[in-house]
Every structure is written in C-alpha cells, then in structure tokens.
C-alpha cells in the first residue's frame, strides 16, 4: 500500500513538473509579484517560488520554478520566450526560460523503487584525481560568474538611478506646465503671441 501511495504521489510531482518552467538571469530587484504580473499575461501563474543561490550574496540575480495552470501552457511558453527577449521589470536582462527538471525542486520525492548511496573517495581511488579537478573548475567557473553577475548588477543599478531622474526631471515639466495653465500665464503668452490654443 505504501508503494501505491508512493508512485501515485511520485506521478504527482511529475505532472507538476510538466506545469513549471524554470526561469534565471533575473535582476535581484525582481520580486514574486513583479514575476507572477509579468507571466500572467501568458496563463494563469499558479506559484513562483525563488531558488536561493547560498555560494553568492543574496543581492545577486535570482532563479525561480514558475509553475502554470498546465503542461501545454508552460511549453507555449517556453516556446514563446525561446523566439524573442523578454525583460521583467524594464531591466535590460532578458531572462531566460526553459522547462523545468525534477531535480531543480528541493522538495522532491524519492522516485519508488530507487536507492541513493554516497561514499568518500580515497586519494588512491581512480575517481579522486577527477573529482578533484572538477572541483577546481566549478570554483573557477563560480568566480567568473559571481564577478559578471556584479557587473551586471551594477550596470542596472546605474540604469535604474537614470530612470529615476528622468522620471523626476519629466514629472517637475509636467507640473510646470500644469501650473501655467491653470494660473493663466499660458493663456496670457498665447494672447501676446497669438497662439489661439491656448485660450481654449
């Protein structure tokens, strides 16, 4: 009976498998709502959940599992994101999607019927040298990532500051202009120039 449970359980899982996709190069200023409105517009999101990244600071990029209401569903989408960029929360960082894998849930179950084993490898063990040398390599490649990951990062932040005082610049015009209008001046210019819109 347990057994049962289990692969009923395991098939579960799967299917919501099917329903994610997995979702990375985001901008750390990305945050769940910002994700669920910016995947909404292609089907129903039912849950966004964040991969934390331990090795790095918590202000670098995120991933995130975004699971939808269906399998066909999360493949239009995978499909649609495949054939042209798409950026969350106007950072120029076009994400990247693709189908999820069972092993990027940290909450999976045990597939029924199988049995994880681990062991150390001794100096003298063939496997040694090689585990050793992908060791090295994977904090290499870390390195690498963590300082175009900061650049990144700071690039957007500069980004974000421009935005801001454009935004700033532009809303200080539009209560110039406001203010003109309705304290009469523009009326008495376009009286003086002739300019017959702005009596209006």
């Known amino acids: 009976m347990d057994l049962v449970k289990a692969k009923a359980d395991y098939a579960a899982f799967e299917e919501k498998v099917r329903r994610t996709v997995y979702v990375d190069n985001l901008s750390p200023q990305v945050n769940e709502s910002i994700l669920k409105s910016a995947f909404d517009q292609f089907g129903n999101v039912c849950k966004v959940e964040f991969i934390p990244n331990y090795a790095e600071e918590s202000n670098m990029p995120r991933c995130a599992l975004v699971e939808m209401d269906s399998p066909g569903l999360?493949?239009?989408?995978?499909?649609a994101m495949s054939n042209q960029?798409?950026?969350v929360f106007g950072m120029p960082r076009p994400v990247r999607v693709c189908a999820a894998e069972i092993e990027m849930f940290e909450d999976r179950p045990q597939k029924p019927g199988t049995k994880?084993?681990?062991q150390w490898l001794e100096p003298q063990n063939?496997?040694?040298?090689?585990a050793k040398k992908l060791k090295e390599l994977t904090r290499?490649?870390?390195?690498?990532?963590s300082f175009l990951q900061q650049y990144q990062l700071e690039e957007e932040e500069n980004l974000a500051k421009q935005q801001a005082e454009t935004?700033?610049?532009?809303y200080k015009k539009y209560e110039l202009i406001e203010k003109v209008l309705k304290d009469g001046t523009a009326k008495r210019l376009?009286?003086?120039?002739?300019?017959?819109?702005f009596n209006a």
Do not use: S
């Open 190 to 197: 376009g009286h003086r120039y002739g300019i017959n819109e």
């Open 116 to 118: 994880i084993t681990c």
């Open 74 to 79: 999360a493949k239009e989408l995978v499909q």
């Open 167 to 170: 935004l700033e610049a532009n």
């Open 85 to 87: 960029p798409f950026m």
């Open 140 to 145: 290499r490649h870390a390195a690498e990532a």
């Open 126 to 130: 063939p496997d040694f040298t090689i």
